[in-house]
């Protein structure tokens, strides 16, 4: 029945604007709103929805969104220099910037403004 669909994928925000400028200007995606929605343009994809829910939002306490690239190191640092804050979890090494090596490719999570989990994983 859906194997022809362009699905995607959508979270919730608890500030619209908020979400816009940490996607658009702190991580560089193309965004555009609709309907006061976000549609987050990621390439290969066909696109992400980003949603209002106010007071009624809860953050994800999952990862929500998973940025593949090349140098880990590079792209925490350049995040980091975009005033992005790497998260720490407690049982889980992680080395002074944030990366978890331990187990499968090197990791590092961070949140956006509503609280939902992000990460970028070396591929």
Same mark, same amino acid.
């Given at each position: 029945m859906f194997g022809t669909t362009?699905?995607?994928? %959508?979270?919730?925000?608890?500030?619209? !604007? !908020?979400?816009?400028?940490?996607?658009?200007?702190? @991580? %560089? @995606?193309?965004?555009? /709103?609709?309907?006061?929605? @976000?549609? *987050?343009?990621? /390439?290969? %994809?066909?696109?992400? *929805?980003?949603?209002?829910? %106010?007071?009624?939002?809860?953050?994800?306490?999952?990862?929500? @969104?998973?940025f593949p690239v090349e140098d880990i190191d590079k792209a925490v /640092? /350049?995040? !980091?220099?975009?005033?992005?804050r790497f998260e720490r979890y407690e049982g889980m090494p992680m080395d002074e910037k944030g990366v978890f090596r331990a187990e499968g490719p090197p990791i590092a999570w961070f949140r956006d403004p509503a609280g939902n989990v992000l990460s970028v994983i070396q591929i």
């Open positions: 362009k699905a995607f994928s %959508g979270f919730s925000v608890n500030d619209v !604007a !908020a979400a816009r400028s940490f996607y658009g200007g702190t @991580l %560089g @995606l193309r965004v555009s /709103e609709e309907h006061g929605m @976000l549609t *987050l343009h990621i /390439e290969g %994809g066909n696109g992400v *929805l980003v949603y209002p829910k %106010g007071d009624a939002h809860t953050p994800a306490s999952f990862t929500v @969104l998973n /640092e /350049e995040l !980091a220099a975009r005033g992005v």
